[in-house]
T-cell receptor
Framework: GAVVSQHPSWVICKSGTSVKIECRSL??????MFWYRQFPKQSLMLMAT?????????EQGVEKDKFLINHASLTLSTLTVTSAHPEDSSFYIC????????????FGEGSRLTVL | AQSVSQHNHHVILSEAASLELGCNYSYGGTVNLFWYVQYPGQHLQLLLKYFSGDPLVKGIKGFEAEFIKSKFSFNLRKPSVQWSDTAEYFC??????????FGSGTRLSIRP
């Protein structure tokens, strides 16, 4: 199947700094990617839809100025957590829609952010 | 608004036992239904999906799910589980194939 990779897998940062997480589709082109946040023992919460070459679409309650999304190419979307605070600590996961009408999302391995 | 409920948070079974994980959804329209699985330390991956047609859907690794429209349910089943089925299982629903919402997940533990 298609492969989606995230980097970094783990990141620890100080409060007030910004952190960038990358999501890459390794063997296919993805015009649409999705960013989720997962709290411990809870489900994935869709944060935003990332569209190549256009602005991301954010879900209700998600601060677009806080979570900057850039989808500059067909294989890369980035999520930047700006001025991170401890409450932003979480597991962030991306997914990409496979090519064709398969209806299958391919997920990255996730990135764990810890803000001190 | 769409919602997905998975009532079993943690299920513990012995090998060879039968499995059924519940999933109920709320959505006013045509829905696409999915079950995703996350094995320990691995990515989420698709187990099976329902878009239309036969409401009994066969997936990978011997799993199946039945869409019962009148009950707004899409329960996951497997007649005989193996230790390797230990994982987190997520039911998901969406109006399109891509933008989907997930249930809270069910952790399945299999005793050898």
């Amino acid at each position: 199947g298609a492969v989606v990779s995230q980097h970094p897998s783990w990141v620890i940062c100080k409060s007030g700094t910004s952190v960038k997480i990358e999501c890459r589709s390794l063997d296919f082109q993805a015009t649409t990617m999705f960013w989720y946040r997962q709290f411990p023992k809870q489900s994935l919460m869709l944060m935003a839809t990332s569209n190549e070459g256009s602005k991301a679409t954010y879900e209700q309650g998600v601060e677009k100025d806080k979570f900057l999304i850039n989808h500059a190419s067909l294989t890369l979307s980035t999520l930047t957590v700006t001025s991170a605070h401890p409450e932003d600590s979480s597991f962030y996961i991306c997914s990409a829609l496979g090519q064709g009408d398969t209806g299958e999302l391919f997920f990255g391995e996730g990135s764990r952010l810890t803000v001190l | 608004a769409q919602s997905v409920s998975q009532h079993n948070h943690h299920v513990i079974l012995s090998e060879a036992a039968s499995l059924e994980l519940g999933c109920n959804y709320s959505y006013g329209g045509t829905v696409n239904l999915f079950w995703y699985v996350q094995y320990p330390g691995q990515h989420l991956q698709l187990l099976l999906k329902y878009f239309s047609g036969d409401p009994l859907v066969k997936g990978i690794k011997g799993f199946e799910a039945e869409f019962i429209k009148s009950k707004f349910s899409f329960n996951l089943r497997k007649p005989s589980v193996q230790w390797s089925d230990t994982a987190e299982y997520f039911c998901a629903v969406g109006s399109s194939a891509s933008k989907i919402i997930f249930g809270s997940g069910t952790r399945l533990s299999i005793r050898p």
